[in-house]
């Protein structure tokens, strides 16, 4: 998954961009909300951490213009303050969550999933396709029952599928879901990506194919 966070805070920022990374997912950060703006102006998030207190203005200003905009990317809040009103307040623009400053690391973790579960419909974190399961929460995945490894770009990958069985996927658009704007992606990594998962479906009836000319889709046959 792709997040975005927005925080002034230097060292809150690295702590939550370096723990959601070790579970895989790519955090792009803005310290201010003209970076905020330049960064959703061009690329599509599963998720938006949201300071309120910036030092180019307040964080519900973005919550407000980003609702009015009909944009549906889940957001959850994170605010120093504490008062039921100011949490009311936040909840009736259109955030999906909050925390209240300081942050607990394993509650963040358990927020984002239940935002994100919320989103595709989903009650848990067990997704069932074909002879696949996948436990998004632990990050396990079971190929026609066999728990099978995979390395961290590949889970990625295999969620972006996952989640979206018979969409197709641009090489491009799987570039932006698995690298964030400080890492160097390419169309041929993603190619790398595929044929590392292809091989680890194999004892599936899942396959990933490939739509020439358009990218990638998961299906069963």
């Not at 201010?32 to 307040?58: E, F, H, K, N, R």
């Not at 607990?104 to 848990?124: H, I, K, Q």
């Not at 026609?144 to 641009?170: C, D, N, Y």
Request: glycine letters at 8%; a negative charge.
């Amino acid at each position: 998954m792709r997040f975005l966070l927005i925080e002034d805070t230097v060292d809150l920022a690295k702590a939550v961009v370096d723990r959601l990374s070790l579970d895989g997912h790519v955090v792009d950060h803005a310290a201010d909300l003209g970076t905020a703006w330049d960064y959703v102006a061009t690329t599509s998030y599963d998720l938006i951490l949201l300071d309120i207190m910036l030092p180019d203005g307040d964080g519900r200003e973005f919550l407000s213009r980003h609702r009015t905009a009909q944009e549906r990317t889940p957001v959850i809040v994170l605010t120093a303050r504490s008062e039921v009103s100011d949490r009311v307040g936040i909840l009736d623009l259109g955030a999906d969550d909050y925390m209240v400053k300081p942050i607990d690391f394993s509650e963040l973790e358990a927020r984002c999933r239940a935002v994100l579960r919320r989103r595709g419909g989903e009650a848990r974190n067990l997704i069932h396709y074909g002879d696949l399961d996948f436990d998004s929460g632990a990050g396990v995945v079971r190929v026609a029952g066999q728990e099978v490894q995979l390395r961290t770009r590949e889970l990625r990958l295999f969620e972006v599928l996952i989640h979206a069985p018979g969409q197709i996927f641009s090489k491009a658009s799987l570039v932006d879901r698995l690298f964030s704007y400080d890492e160097e992606g390419s169309e041929n990594a993603i190619e790398v990506y595929v044929a590392r998962l292809r091989r680890h479906l194999l004892p599936s009836t899942v396959r990933i194919t490939t739509v020439r000319g358009l990218g990638y889709k998961l299906e069963v046959g």
